[in-house]
């Protein structure tokens, strides 16, 4: 058996690239077991990515009733497994990876730690905490210690491919206590990637002064650099932006090859959630906003001139 566990993240018959990091995450302790967490036999598209990601064996939990159920599968495939060989177990730090963390540890009587930025040979991990101003490393007990990784806080690397030797179970059926899910609208989803997962992200806050301004300032540079959108909390209570694109200590934590902030003075609770992206370029007509001081790259205009410049500037050099 492998010496950790790692909850596969996939969409249909894509395995996310979050998943590849967690794998790179989990390296530190030997050899990794992706488990997935399916129906009956939707899991066969996603065994050769899994394989090239450096999986060294793969598990698929089957459920027939995945889809009516909402965490306790993945609770049930992860406690099923390192009940019978304890190993660490990584997942992603969303909220649905959060969730599942706290239920195994109760199931497990091991330790958690959320939201981490590193893992170690040791069992310890690093977080960073306070608004990112301070980095500890924390330790956890337990035969299975349980860590979430907060998203592109470790970049996959060229890891090499794993042998991927296959097996499945199926996991128990549903009992009276199951929480079920009777209906669902599956969120609406557009051209732009995934938030946490863009490698450019351009936010905007009260400085864009207007929800129109959002739909033609915002959006077209975020999308002629292939990006997603953020914003900030002012701009989300303000209801100019919805909330699950929110920035910061109470929203997302996003970790972008580039962030681009239009508008945005810099407070604490924003840039907490975005301070670790490799490159951060700032848009302000205030010289003194503090995200200035951050920032690899500042402009001092007005963003309303600048930003369709740019635009017009990345559709003539793409002509």
Request: glycine share 10%.
């Amino acid at each position: 058996m492998s010496n950790s566990y790692v909850l596969v993240e996939y969409s249909g018959d894509q395995v996310l690239d979050a998943t590849a990091d967690l794998i790179t995450a989990a390296k530190v302790f030997g050899a990794v077991t992706a488990v997935i967490v399916s129906a009956p036999g939707a899991h066969t598209k996603l065994h050769d990515q899994l394989r090239a990601m450096g999986a060294d064996a793969i598990v698929a939990a089957e459920a027939a009733d995945l889809d009516s159920r909402i965490v306790l599968p993945a609770v049930d495939a992860l406690s099923m497994l390192a009940a019978g060989a304890p190993a660490p177990i990584v997942l992603d730090a969303g909220a649905h990876g959060n969730e599942i963390a706290g239920r195994l540890a109760a199931r497990l009587a091991s330790g958690v730690l959320c939201d981490v930025v590193g893992i170690n040979a040791d069992r310890t991990a690093a977080m960073s905490i306070f608004g990112d101003s301070i980095e500890v490393t924390a330790a956890v007990g337990g035969s299975s210690p349980i860590y979430t990784v907060r998203p592109g806080a470790i970049t996959a690397t060229d890891n090499a491919a794993g042998a991927g030797t296959f097996s499945s179970f199926a996991l128990p059926a549903a009992t009276v206590k199951d929480v079920k899910v009777t209906n669902f609208v599956p969120a609406a989803k557009g051209d732009r990637p995934e938030l946490t997962a863009a490698k450019v992200v351009v936010a905007g806050g009260r400085g864009v002064e207007s929800e129109d301004n959002f739909h033609t300032v915002v959006e077209p540079l975020a999308d002629a650099l292939g990006g997603a959108v953020g914003a900030t909390r002012d701009v989300v209570d303000l209801g100019w932006y919805p909330p699950q694109f929110q920035v910061g200590q109470t929203g997302v934590t996003v970790s972008p090859d580039v962030y681009i902030g239009l508008g945005v003075s810099g407070a604490i609770q924003h840039t907490s959630g975005m301070q670790t992206a490799n490159k951060i370029i700032v848009v302000n007509n205030d010289e003194d906003a503090p995200f200035f001081q951050i920032a690899d790259l500042g402009v001092v205009g007005d963003l309303h001139e600048i930003v369709p410049e740019v635009v017009a500037e990345i559709a003539r050099r793409r002509a």
